[in-house]
Every structure is written in C-alpha cells, then in structure tokens.
C-alpha cells in the first residue's frame, strides 16, 4: 500500500507507542505541566490585581498630589495677601509717620519765625526809640538853647501833667 495506508501492524506499534507515552506522560508530566500553566495563571492574576491595586493607588496619590498642590496654592495666596497687607501698613505707616514728622518741622520752623520776627520788631522798636530819643536830644538842644525856653517847657509840661 505504501505510503498513504500504513501496514496493520505499524497502526498497532504506533497505537501502543502511543498509548505508553500518553499514560507515561499523564501520570509523570501532565499534572506538573497543569500545575505549572494553574500557577502561571495565578501569577498572571496576582500581576493583574497588583497593578490594579497599583493603578488605584496611583490614582488616589495623584488625588492627594493635587489636594496638597491646591493647600500649596491657598497657602501662597494668604502668605503673598499677608505680604501685601504688611507691606500697606508699612507705607501706610510711614506716610504718617513723615506727615507727623514734616508737621513738626513745620510747627518748629513756625515758632522760629515767630520767635525770629519778634525778636526782629523788638529790635526795630528798640532801634527806633533811640533813634527817637536821640533826635529829640539833638532837637531839644537846639530848641533850648537858652534858660526862657527850658522854663517855658517845664511849665507847659507841668500843666499838661495836671490836667490829666
């Protein structure tokens, strides 16, 4: 028959060469290799539950990342308001602390020109009652040359003094 259709007895010696290796491997190799492939499947899920639970963890991190960021954030925000608000106070503060300085200053030179302008009208009065009382000395000497004219004066003037 040849090469299509096997001899009877080949079919045979093939069948109980088959049959061994088939009960040789199912008692020796077939639970191990089922062990093996159950194991690797369970490896497999176990992988695949870990980066599950990696992935949420992953996810509840980036919630976490985010909530702090935001904290961060409103921090910032209230430390650069706080900065603000001191900085206003400072100028606010400043401003009316030169104010208060210039209006002393002002107050002082106030009462220096004061204290300067009297002193000035006092020396001008000063000046100009001698001034006075020197022309009148030299008015009186010439007008009162003579004794008539000084008891002419004291009369008229002890007149005046009893009449008032």
Request: proline residues 1%.
């Amino acid at each position: 028959m040849g090469l299509l259709m096997p001899h009877t007895g080949t079919v045979i010696w093939m069948l109980i060469g088959f049959l061994a290796v088939f009960f040789l491997l199912k008692k020796f190799a077939w639970k191990p290799v089922l062990n093996a492939l159950k194991h690797r499947e369970e490896s497999i899920e176990n992988a695949l539950r870990a980066a599950d639970a990696a992935k949420q963890d992953m996810e509840r991190l980036h919630i976490d990342n985010e909530r702090i960021i935001a904290e961060a954030k409103q921090e910032r925000d209230r430390i650069f308001k706080e900065a603000r608000d001191l900085k206003e106070t400072i100028v606010l503060d400043a401003k009316e602390q030169a104010i208060s300085e210039a209006e002393k200053l002002i107050e002082t030179a106030r009462s220096n020109i004061k204290s300067e302008k009297n002193a000035a009208i006092k020396e001008i009065r000063e000046y100009a009652v001698q001034l006075s009382v020197h022309i009148a000395e030299k008015l009186l000497q010439e007008k009162l040359a003579g004794d008539k004219e000084q008891k002419e004066l004291i009369d008229k003037l002890l007149r005046d003094i009893k009449t008032n």
